[in-house]
């Protein structure tokens, strides 16, 4: 599930996306790592002592293999199990789940993970989530359900961006502006080199459609009009150096 164009890696030297991804879990007893493939990232948190037991679901019969083989090639059968289900089917009330990862997807599959699972979440677990696309989907399901952004990285892996996020439960609602659930409230605030390059990329691509749809004999008002709206938000986020 979480095989994705460019990534190279292994439990002890994860792509840049899985360590952006890992850097953002928290000190754990247990995670579920969902759509584990390899096991690499549940791996290599019980290597560094992030955490101390994990879980790699797999929903397909090839990954889970795959990752079963990793736990007996890095001798972690103690502490991590491979079990095959379907999202968040795979983790049991006893199993006291602090973390739950999930990376490598997109957000419309990632949202229906965790909607389809919501009864998994009753002890509220951090969610660490990493989508390919759609990252503004699953910010906005986080804040329909009570769960803050914490924490927010962006890189550029393998002529991709990725973003990830971790997100905690909090008592109160939260609420997310539009700027926020298509940048990442917490990656709007930085603005580091990585965001601005991502943005920067996106608004070239976005004005070129734009060129061609004004010259073109269709001419398209509402798909013009859309284009539009995004290159203007783009570079109001790009020209903001507050």
Do not use: C
């Amino acid at each position: 599930m979480r095989k994705y164009r460019g990534d190279n890696m292994d439990a002890k030297h994860l792509s840049k996306r899985m360590q952006a991804v890992a850097d953002l879990v928290p000190k754990s007893d247990t995670v579920a790592d969902i759509g584990s493939d390899h096991a690499y990232l549940p791996a290599y948190l019980l290597e560094q002592g992030i955490v101390k037991r994990a879980i790699a679901g797999e929903v397909v019969k090839g990954p889970f293999e795959n990752a079963q083989s990793e736990i007996i090639n890095q001798n972690l059968s103690d502490q991590m199990e491979a079990r095959m289900g379907d999202g968040l089917d795979v983790i049991e009330s006893d199993d006291l789940v602090n973390t739950i990862t999930i990376a490598g997807m997109g957000g419309e599959l990632i949202t229906d993970i965790l909607e389809r699972g919501k009864a998994k979440l009753t002890m509220h677990p951090v969610l660490v989530l990493q989508a390919n696309v759609d990252e503004n989907t699953v910010r906005k399901w986080l804040a329909n359900h009570q769960y803050e952004i914490t924490g927010e990285n962006i890189v550029y892996d393998a002529g991709h961006y990725y973003e990830m996020f971790r997100a905690e439960y909090v008592e109160h609602k939260i609420s997310y502006s539009h700027e926020e659930l298509d940048f990442g409230p917490l990656l709007l605030k930085e603005k580091s080199d990585v965001f601005k390059a991502k943005w920067n990329n996106k608004l070239s691509k976005n004005q070129f459609i734009l060129d061609k749809l004004l010259i073109s004999k269709s001419h398209p008002i509402e798909k013009i009009k859309k284009i539009k709206t995004t290159i203007t938000e783009i570079e109001g986020v790009l020209n903001d150096h507050s």
